[in-house]
């Protein structure tokens, strides 16, 4: 993670904040290893196609390979997993980006480190904040806090 973010730095995209990172419980896949996950607010310029390319680049350089199939077999570990959770104010629906990401009010590894950073932040289209979203979440999957932000590169 912390490569990924110090990638995102030396390519112009800037660190504005970051949450601690989380160990987070597999969802659904059951049978293995836990995650890590954090949420990174970026200062960036690039339009949102470009901003995936960059990350799906980063990804590539950091090992991941995407090979899986999309569905549960898609849900097992990875290296690294980049994803725009949202974009500003914008809704964006394309054949390859989706924002609000489609599934973040269904998934406590994403709405605990989101409310590290902007609990008071009103999500596109679900109009409700992340404080608001992380109360009436259905997922019981546990989320552990391991570090400090700082570990991260430092936020402007």
């Known amino acids: 993670m912390r490569r990924a973010c110090l990638t995102l730095e030396a390519r ?8 601690a990172v989380y160990e987070t419980e597999p969802v659904d896949v059951r049978e293995q290893a836990w995650f890590l996950n954090c949420a990174v607010e970026v200062e960036t310029t690039l339009p949102p ?5 960059e990350l799906q680049q ?5 090992g ?3 090979l899986r199939p999309k569905g549960p077999q898609a849900k097992s570990p990875r290296t690294i997993d980049l994803d725009i ?14 924002v609000p990401h489609p599934r973040l009010h269904e998934r406590r590894f994403v ?3 989101l409310r590290e950073l902007a609990p008071s932040l009103r ?3 679900l109009h409700r904040t992340v404080e608001q979203l992380l109360r009436e979440l259905r ?11 700082l570990l991260l590169p430092k936020a402007r």
Do not use: K, N
Request: aromatic content about 4%; hydrophobic content about 35%; glycine content about 6%.
């Open 12 to 19: 112009g995209i800037g660190i504005r904040r970051a949450s």
């Open 49 to 53: 196609a470009r901003l995936l390319e």
């Open 58 to 62: 980063i990804e590539r350089e950091l």
């Open 64 to 66: 991941r390979e995407r």
């Open 85 to 98: 959770l949202l974009y500003g104010d914008s809704v964006i629906h394309t054949d390859y980006l989706l």
């Open 111 to 113: 709405l605990e480190p």
């Open 123 to 125: 999500v596109p289209l």
């Open 139 to 149: 997922d019981p999957s546990e989320v552990r806090q391991l570090s400090d932000p």
